[in-house]
């Protein structure tokens, strides 16, 4: 089993929906999360970072975090053609010394005008 | 404030070679991690420098090694390179100081390596 599960999609939604995005994990030392998005061929660039649980918004985006359930997500909200990507989620057990950050495989989403 | 920046773009090499991949940080950013991000799957953790020193590592066999210099800059060096040895090779930095701040990490756009 893997430490992160992501559906992979791909997940295809009209201009202006909301799109809903989630990762489940099973580690419970998992303290930081992360979204990331990827254009093809492209690196991975952060958009949102939380601490803990709760909610964190960033414009059209928020993030969710359940520690309770082990589950995280992130909602987009008018959602625009350019927010087609890979959006993946990582997280980390916050072992100072070992920033190491564990992924999940990935969504890909199609924003379809 | 320049970003992560990754040389080549491309590389194709043979089964048996070695390859040796550089990424320069983030202006400010004295800690650097290399992932490698397999076609159709999410970046895996190879290892993190922080400060010259390997600071963690994946489970990448030794063939895998690192180096990190006093300017920032980093190599990524595989020996005797295997076919599934074919991804996407990811560098990323961060500020390396106790904190939040140390789980933002910023990647650089990757270096796709074919092996053949």
């Known amino acids: 089993q893997k430490e992160v599960e992501q559906d992979p999609g791909p997940l295809s939604v009209p201009e202006g929906a909301i799109v809903s995005l989630n990762c489940t994990y099973s580690n419970s030392a998992f303290q930081y999360f992360m979204w990331y998005r990827q254009y093809s061929r492209k690196g991975p660039e952060l958009l949102m970072y939380t601490y803990s649980s709760g909610n964190k918004e960033d414009g059209r985006f928020t993030a969710q975090v359940d520690k309770s359930s082990k589950y995280i997500s992130l909602f987009i909200r008018d959602s625009q053609p350019s927010d087609s990507a890979t959006y993946l989620c990582a997280m980390s057990d916050g072992n100072f010394g070992n920033e190491k950050l564990t992924f999940g495989t990935g969504t890909r989403l199609t924003i379809i005008p | 404030e320049t970003g992560v920046t990754q040389s080549p773009t491309h590389l194709i090499k043979t089964r048996g070679q070695q390859v040796t991949l550089r990424c320069s940080s983030q202006s400010g950013h004295n800690t650097v991690s290399w992932y490698q991000q397999a076609l159709g799957q999410g970046p895996q953790f190879i290892f993190q420098y922080y400060r010259e020193e390997e600071n963690g590592r994946g489970n990448f066999p030794p063939r895998f090694s690192g180096l990190q210099f006093p300017n920032y800059s980093s190599e990524l060096n595989v020996n005797a390179l295997e076919l599934d040895d074919s991804a996407l090779y990811l560098c990323?930095?961060?500020?390396?100081?106790?904190?939040?701040?140390?789980?933002?990490?910023?990647f650089g756009p990757g270096t796709r390596l074919t092996v053949t």
């Open positions: 990323a930095s961060s500020f390396g100081t106790s904190g939040e701040r140390d789980y933002e990490q910023y």
